[in-house]
């Protein structure tokens, strides 16, 4: 089955996007990299590109990093189970990882959390589920206002008063 977004349904924009993932997660972010690329979103795509053994802190740094640094609106990271990548993900200070498995905590994550990496498990959900949530996480904004004040408390030795 063939599963395609249109650039309005995916997310209004055009955004910049990072990806990575390790071996367990490859051939799913080849995936949603296909179909991001198509819907007209500007890729980083930081491996892995084959199904050798890699250590997936390497690549949840790199795109995390890329985020960090704003050359990338989003990041994906995509493992077996997707603990791994949001484990390192969200040891990055300006990085809010969610380990996602389905559209409602996609859409609850940017709501509420203004997540900026979304984490998958290439083990643990199927490709369907896994471009809905992606669809998802992408179209939905950030409520801000108590959300905020919120996430202002997440790092305290950078807490600034919103
Ligand atoms: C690799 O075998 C596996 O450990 C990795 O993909 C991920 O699931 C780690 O959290």
Do not use: W
């Amino acid at each position: 089955m063939t599963y395609s977004l249109s650039p309005r349904s995916l997310a209004p924009r055009s955004l910049h996007i990072a990806l990575g993932a390790d071996h367990g997660g490859v051939a799913l972010k080849n995936r949603l990299a296909a179909v991001l690329a198509e819907a007209g979103h500007q890729l980083l795509d930081f491996g892995t590109d084959g199904p050798a053994s890699v250590d997936y802190p390497d690549f949840a740094h790199a795109v995390c990093a890329a985020v960090a640094g704003k050359s990338a609106d989003y990041g994906i990271l995509v493992c077996g189970t997707g603990i791994g990548m949001s484990i390192a993900a969200n040891r990055h200070p300006d990085i809010r990882c969610a380990l996602v498995h389905d559209v409602t905590t996609a859409r609850l994550t940017r709501a509420h959390n203004d997540a900026n990496v979304l984490a998958l498990g290439a083990r643990i959900i199927g490709e369907e589920v896994a471009l809905d949530i992606l669809q998802t996480f992408l179209a939905t904004e950030f409520e801000g206002g108590r959300h905020a004040r919120r996430l202002a408390k997440l790092n305290p030795a950078t807490e600034t008063t919103p």
